[in-house]
C-alpha cells in the first residue's frame, strides 16, 4: 500500500481546524504538529513552522490537518494504543517553543475513548 493510500489517524474538531486556518494565513506557511513522548507535555502536541522540526528514524506520520503533517514518537502511539486521534484546542498558553492556536489558547491531543459529547464534533 503506497504511503498516501494510508489511511488517515488523526483528524480535527472545527476549532482547530479554524485555529490552524489562522494560523496559516498569519505565517502564509503551513505549520507541522509533532506528539512527543515528552514526560511534561501529556497530550499536548507541539506546533511548529512545517520544517522546523527534523523528523526522525522514531517518527510516525499519522497524517495530515488541511495539508499540516502530524507526528508522533514511534513509542508513545504504541503506548498510546490508538487507532484515531483527535485534535482540539484548549484554554491556555501553549508548552515551550511550540505555537499558540490562538489568543490564551493551544492544541491538544484526545483520543476517542477521551472525548466528549461536546467535543466529539469531528470532521
Known amino acids: 500500500m503506497s504511503e498516501s493510500a494510508i489511511p ?26 509533532v506528539q512527543s513522548g515528552g514526560c511534561c507535555a501529556g497530550s499536548t502536541p507541539m506546533c511548529f513552522p512545517e520544517g522546523e522540526f527534523v523528523i526522525g528514524d ?21 503506548a498510546w494504543n490508538q487507532d484515531v486521534f483527535l485534535l482540539d484546542v484548549a484554554e491556555g498558553e501553549p508548552e515551550d517553543f511550540s505555537l499558540g492556536a490562538g489568543e490564551n489558547l493551544h492544541f491538544v491531543t484526545l483520543s476517542p475513548a477521551c472525548v466528549t459529547p461536546a467535543t466529539s464534533d469531528q470532521t
Do not use: N, W
Open 58 to 78: 522514531v517518527d510516525l506520520l499519522l497524517g495530515d490537518i488541511d495539508g499540516c503533517p502530524f507526528y508522533i514518537d514511534k513509542r508513545l502511539d504504541e
Open 8 to 33: 488517515a489517524r488523526i483528524s480535527a474538531t472545527p476549532a482547530a481546524r479554524e485555529a490552524i486556518s489562522r494560523l496559516r494565513a498569519a505565517r502564509g506557511a503551513p505549520v507541522m504538529f
